[in-house]
């Protein structure tokens, strides 16, 4: 049996991956108070993809680059375990990313190890991300002993890593206080915005017919109620008693099943009832080639390009990764499959379409 | 005919057959000035009967080799009893249940069978005799890895449900083939490890040489589709094909081309998951002629199964492998890193022939990329990318001037022909031209590095 958690307090519990792990903390018992504490109130939710009810969750509007507010909402909440997922989305800039990533992530531990709270809080669990590692280069069943690259790819990736250090450097200080950072790789599931939305935006613009490089490249993507279950029990993990290959450690999270990248999205496709006739393949040099011309008239333009070279890399890119660590040391295995997750994250979407079309009727 | 037709159509494997009737010889070749009438007796049982096998089994290492000789030959006899349907359950199943017990019982012999190999059993004295000349241990395994697959079967030849209805769940699916494999499998293992042949470990995973034997035994199972219905056989999961179809002699009709082609594809899913744990094992069997004898099999299933994958033929006829194919693949499994790298070959092709349009193709995807993965796992790339990075030196070329340009293209051009054609007699007589190139390669860097460390 786990420790039983008595208060959690989520940070960014009203993102994507925020109300999964209010779902699934909710389905724990004894089931914990729940805490959410983020710049916005928890969006409404469908009933059939997450099951708690939010009246038995409390919301605290707080600002994480201030200690003062994060002082009242400690004091107020009590938590045993500090789950701090809270991260801007991509495209955001990079005073953002380290103002929320960097000052954000340092104001919490530092907060937390205040000796005022030395004798709540025991456990903080940081939502770090898989491309900590990533160098430009092929990932190929990257693993935990994998260096950080001396130059990061871009603000994003610096500023996951200087949060997730900050975080597990803070391992062991104050009362002893224990943690852990997880590292899930292409995440999607019922909320998603990017990746999956992504995938169904091509097959609107007959783009479906076309594939970067060979397609033998492998790429993990993550079902989003995975990583939230993998939270859980890190947080279980780090508050039971012997915890010294978990404390102070990072773990890949993944599905466990990487797939040939273009497996995802002709699956998606395959679901909404489309399989391409043939496929028009185009080398990753040609590829880069277009996506460079395609960002100078863009630029020309002044408008955002959409075909990068960023995209063509990641498209061709090998990024998948050993989670022997999380399977031995957390216990973790996903619990829901690729292609179960794909099912879901589509029914999610039908139905936000459904409402959305509901409202519009209504409006006229 | 064709067999030649189809050889001539593909070189390759024309020169691996010729190469190998050619130049191939045992590590361990046998000397059977020094065996006994009655073990040589023995080896000629064999090669009636185990047809394919007896070649590698008769190129293992000797103490080895007479002890999976003997157990191959105790299984063939057990399963020609199993397998006759003239000789009644009344007869039948005593003799199943207590065949580990005959094995010592001196003379005896059974006349009663009308399989295709029933001189195993009408010699079987002769098997016993040399049985009893092996070592305790060997006769240990062998005698237990019978009594618990001849109790198996037995039940199986009791269950009426089976013997009408055939193989209900996956999980029914895997107990059978545990039954009629996976325990050959742990014999196997066993004698190897006894032999010194393979590390002791592998008895510590069972799973991992229970998924030896599953995998060859699903990928016959699904191979021999149609001829198995001939015989009025069902070894399909009624679990995966009722999703596909009412009656497994659906598949049978052109309507139900397709849906019998995707339940192929869920049968091939399903074996191919056990790729990753047969990989494992391979890689824990040290003794050559040994790996040879366990890499070979795998081979040939897993080129079986690309062969079945998105292949309609399976459902209305027999298909197998081209001879040659057999041939090269023997030829080429000979260390891990080769094995490695036909299974991934052989994996990419059916990713490659792998359609959203099959309601597998997700799984599919995932069974070929955990072969991907695993082999990234023995095999990082990130360590060959450095070990290359340290090793690579490029030597400068000097200009040529006009002249000298002609001379070669007049000269160097009679002179390429006739190499090129030398070359390609002793290419196809199985010259290995990467082993030499290899080698020079290694020289050259070698007297460069020297020459460098001086200046």
């Known amino acids: 049996m786990p420790a039983p958690i008595s208060s959690v307090l989520i940070i960014g519990g009203s993102g994507f991956l925020g109300c999964h792990l209010v779902d699934l903390f909710y389905k724990l018992t004894p089931r914990p108070e729940i805490h959410i504490l983020d710049i916005r109130p928890p969006p409404a939710l ?29 004091r107020v909440t009590k938590p045993d375990v500090i789950i701090h997922s809270a991260s801007p989305v991509h495209g955001m800039g990079k005073d953002i990313y380290f103002k929320v990533n960097v000052d954000g992530t340092q104001t919490i531990v530092d907060v937390a190890l205040e000796q005022e709270f030395w004798s709540t809080i025991k456990a903080v669990v940081y939502t770090s991300s898989a491309s900590v590692i990533y160098d430009g280069s092929d990932l190929k069943n990257a693993d935990e002993t994998f260096e950080f690259p001396e130059v990061a790819m871009d603000a ?11 975080v597990l450097s803070a391992n062991g200080k104050g009362a002893g206080l224990k943690t852990c950072a997880l590292r899930p790789s292409g995440l999607f599931g019922p909320g998603d915005r990017q990746l999956v939305p992504g995938m169904l935006a091509v097959l609107k613009t007959n783009g479906t017919l076309f594939q970067l490089g060979d397609n033998m490249n492998l790429f993990d993507f993550t079902y989003i109620g995975n990583v939230a279950h993998a939270h859980v029990l890190a947080a279980q993990k780090l508050l039971d008693g012997d915890v010294s290959d978990v404390a102070g450690e990072a773990f890949f999270i993944t599905n466990d099943a990487p797939v040939y990248f273009f497996t995802m999205p002709r699956t998606i496709w395959a679901h909404k009832g489309y399989v391409p006739k043939f496929i028009i393949s185009m080398p990753r040099g040609v590829g880069m080639t277009l996506a460079y011309l395609s960002e100078l008239f863009s630029k020309m333009r002044g408008k955002e390009a959409l075909f990068t070279r960023f995209r063509v890399a990641f498209t061709c890119a090998n990024r998948y990764f050993n989670i022997s660590k999380a399977v031995k040391r957390l216990g973790y295995t996903p619990t829901v499959g690729l292609e179960e997750g794909v099912i879901k994250t589509l029914q999610w979407l039908d139905e936000e379409e459904a409402a959305r079309n509901e409202a519009a009727k209504k409006e006229n | ?61 000797p103490e080895l080799r007479e002890a999976v000789v003997l157990f191959y030959l105790v299984l063939r006899g057990l399963d020609t009893i199993e397998d006759d349907m003239t000789i009644p359950n009344t007869v039948k199943l005593p003799i199943l249940r207590s065949f580990h017990e005959l094995l010592t019982k001196e003379g005896w012999t059974f006349n009663g069978s009308q399989e295709k190999d029933k001189v195993v059993l009408e010699e079987f004295d002769k098997v016993i005799y040399e049985f009893s000349l092996l070592k305790p241990i060997y006769r240990d395994i062998i005698a237990e890895m019978t009594k618990r697959m001849g109790n198996g079967m ?88 009722s999703k596909y179809a009412d009656s497994m002699e659906d598949f049978v009709r052109p309507e139900y081309t397709e849906t019998g082609v995707h339940c192929l594809s869920e049968l091939v899913a399903n074996a191919l998951e056990h790729v990753p744990d047969c990989l494992y094992y391979l890689a824990a069997v040290k003794e050559q002629t040994m790996f040879n004898f366990c890499a070979i099999p795998q081979v040939m299933a897993i080129a079986t199964l690309e062969l079945v994958f998105q292949n309609k033929n399976v459902l209305t006829s027999h298909v197998k492998i081209r001879r040659g194919t057999s041939v090269m693949l023997i030829m080429r499994a000979t260390s891990v890193r080769e094995t490695y790298n036909i299974f991934q070959e052989y994996c990419h092709k059916i990713h490659a022939r792998n359609t959203p349009k099959d309601p597998n193709y997700m799984r599919i995807s995932i069974a070929c990329a955990k072969v991907d993965q695993f082999i990234e796992t023995i095999f990082p790339t990130r360590k060959e990318v450095k070990d290359k990075i340290a090793k690579e030196e490029k030597p400068e070329e000097t200009a040529s001037t006009t002249e000298v340009l002609t001379i070669i293209l007049l000269f160097g051009g009679t002179l390429l022909i006739t190499s090129s054609l030398m070359l390609g007699v002793a290419w196809f007589f199985g010259a290995r031209f990467d082993l030499a190139f290899a080698s020079i390669k290694e020289n050259f860097l070698g007297i460069a590095d020297a020459a460098r460390d001086e200046l």
């Open chain 1, 46 to 74: 469908s009933p059939n993809f997450y099951s708690f009810n939010p009246d038995d969750i409390s919301f605290h509007k707080g600002d994480i680059t201030d200690p003062d507010s994060l002082r009242a909402i400690f």
């Open chain 2, 154 to 241: 037995a039940d199986y030849c009791e269950d009426d449900d089976f013997n009408k209805k055939g193989v209900n769940t996956v999980k029914e699916y895997d107990l059978y083939c545990h039954y009629v494999a996976g325990i050959v499998g742990e014999g196997l293992t066993r004698l190897s490890v006894s032999g010194g042949s393979s590390d002791p470990r592998l008895l510590e995973n069972p799973h991992l040489h229970n998924s030896m034997g599953l995998f060859l035994q699903k990928t016959n199972i699904i191979r021999d589709f149609h001829e198995d219905l001939l015989d009025n056989r069902k070894f399909w999961p009624k679990e995966i094909w």
């Open chain 2, 1 to 61: 005919m064709s067999k030649y037709l189809q050889l001539i159509a593909h070189p390759q494997e024309l020169r691996a057959v010729l190469q190998w009737a050619i130049w191939h010889e045992p590590l361990y070749p046998r000397d059977p000035s020094k065996e006994s009438d009655n073990l040589k007796r023995c080896y000629e049982l064999l090669g009636y009967t185990s047809r394919s096998f007896a070649a590698v089994i008769e190129e293992l290492a």
């Open chain 1, 156 to 166: 994003y990736n610096e500023t996951k890593v200087l949060g997730e250090q900050i």
